[in-house]
């Protein structure tokens, strides 16, 4: 499956952008996804999952109560709806794919595929 990430840009400190990864090349609904991030000179970090049938959701502490993802599996696209966003989410922001189900949404080692990446930028 290829990804393609979009809708990264800069937005001051309280204010949302809502990212978006098109699926290509293999039925979607069969794949859960993830949202992960990479600030300057840190390691790639989970940020929310969901799974193939979308009826579970994960969330890294730091953006529980502000990020939410959702997935259209008609358009094939998964969401990152960030909203109340602070110059900490500065990152750029990838996301993965991985079929089916896994034991560990969180960990990269789990996802096969990945998108090239958005880049979002929170001023202060």
């Known amino acids: 499956v290829q990804l393609q990430a979009s809708g990264g840009g800069l937005v001051q400190a309280g204010g949302s952008l809502r990212l978006s990864c098109a699926a290509s090349?293999?039925?979607?609904?069969?794949?859960?996804m993830g949202w992960f991030r990479q600030a300057p000179g840190k390691e790639r970090e989970f940020v929310a999952a969901?799974?193939?049938?979308?009826?579970?959701?994960y969330y890294a502490d730091s953006v529980k109560g502000r990020f939410s993802i959702s997935r259209d599996n008609a358009k094939n696209t998964v969401y990152l709806q960030m909203n109340s966003l602070k110059p900490e989410d500065t990152a750029v922001y990838y996301c993965?794919?991985?079929?089916?189900?896994?034991?560990?949404?969180?960990?990269?080692?789990?996802?096969?595929?990945w998108g090239q990446g958005t880049q979002v930028t929170v001023s202060s």
């Open positions: 993965a794919a991985t079929f089916r189900g896994t034991n560990s949404y969180t960990e990269r080692s789990e996802y096969g595929y």
């Open positions: 090349g293999r039925t979607f609904s069969g794949y859960s």
């Open positions: 969901i799974s193939y049938s979308g009826r579970s959701t």
